[in-house]
């Protein structure tokens, strides 16, 4: 019997999980505050029919951000469904959803489409998906979600919700708003300069690319990690005037040293899993009991550790099991220190 699930939202991120569950074998259902738009989801081989499926074996809550609790606590209450959703905020939405039926996720895709217009089956192909397990998550539900998730060519990566919080508002959203502001500087400008959006080439359209997103989102976003974008934007602030500084001292190997260092690190951005020698894998024997998926990803984030690949390995004997994670070479020794001095016992093996 194929997996049965249903999908709340179904705009692109909705939409494309729809069409990738459709394609791996997955019944799908789709529900949203548009008739239509549900309609379409099915015309388009994002959903098998529309509507909540009572049966559903997994429910993706992918609605604005501040819609999500009070949808996954009904989903949650009135089926045995495991629920996970696609917020790109992680902190309130998994505070005031906790529950071990419940996984928080936030999918690092995207599209310059809007809506079902930009739904693909392989948005997902190589993206990071983050996944926020609490101490109450079970372990069942997490491995259940890991797996969809990995189906549908995604890289997972858990973190503490506030940990999230704190690293995608520098990655994500103070790009986006600094994004969205040179770009209403520049048609401002633009009013009284007519040739400067001609000359806005390359560069510029490349930095101010994703102000085209879809507006109506980004108010719940800032308005759910406010504290860490306004401290994003604060240290944006500061940067920009060191910048100005060194251009208005006209310190020329200082903006020198600035471009390089800032060169340097994007070429070193990492695309995905690191060659098989510098990654290697940890097999650590837990208790099947909550807050140990929790536990051990809080502490990878304490000590700076990416966890590249997780999975669970669920013992018949008793309840226990073996927690397998994937993670850099180099860091992988503090690791194994911090797991001992919690009294895990982990065992380490390179990858071939």
Avoid at 7 to 30: D, F, P
Avoid at 106 to 111: I, K, L, Q, T
Avoid at 178 to 198: F, G
Avoid at 307 to 332: C, N, P, Q, Y
């Amino acid at each position: 019997m194929s997996p049965r699930a249903t999908v709340i939202g179904t705009g692109l991120i909705g939409g494309s999980v729809g069409i990738a569950l459709r394609k791996q074998g997955w019944h799908t259902s789709a529900v949203d505050l548009d008739a239509d738009v549900a309609a379409e989801a099915v015309r388009i081989g994002a959903a098998d029919e529309v509507g909540f499926d009572e049966g559903s074996d997994l429910v993706v809550v992918a609605a604005p951000v501040g819609a999500i609790p009070e949808l996954a606590l009904d989903v949650l209450q009135r089926t045995e469904a495991v629920v996970t959703d696609v917020g790109s905020t992680k902190a309130e939405i998994c505070g005031a959803v906790d529950h071990p039926r419940f996984v928080g996720g936030h999918p690092m895709a995207g599209s310059e489409q809007d809506g079902l217009d930009g739904a693909r089956d392989d948005l997902f192909d190589g993206a990071m998906w983050v996944l926020t397990p609490l101490e109450s998550t079970d372990t069942e539900a997490f491995a259940t979600v890991r797996a969809m998730v990995r189906s549908l060519g995604a890289e997972t990566l858990a973190l503490p919700p506030d940990v999230h919080d704190q690293l995608v508002a520098q990655v994500s959203h103070v790009p986006h708003l600094t994004a969205a502001t040179l770009m209403n500087l520049a048609d401002v400008s633009s009013i009284e300069h007519q040739a400067l959006l001609r000359l806005a080439a390359g560069g510029f359209r490349d930095m101010t690319r994703i102000s085209a997103g879809r507006p109506a989102i980004w108010p719940d976003i800032c308005l759910a990690n406010s504290p860490a974008i306004v401290a994003g934007l604060d240290r944006l602030i500061g940067a920009l005037g060191t910048v100005r500084d060194l251009v208005a001292g006209a310190d020329r190997e200082g903006i020198l040293d600035l471009l390089t260092r800032a060169r340097a690190a994007r070429v070193n951005l990492p695309v995905g899993f690191g060659p098989a020698d510098d990654l290697v894998e940890l097999a650590i024997p837990i208790p099947d009991r909550p807050g140990e998926i929790a536990a051990i990803a809080n502490l990878a984030a304490e000590l700076d550790v990416n966890i590249f690949d997780l999975e669970i390995s669920h013992s018949g004997e008793g309840r226990k099991g073996i927690m397998v994670v994937v993670v850099d070479a180099a860091r992988s020794e503090r690791f194994v220190g911090g797991l001992m001095a919690r009294s895990y016992r982990p065992s380490v093996r390179a990858l071939d």
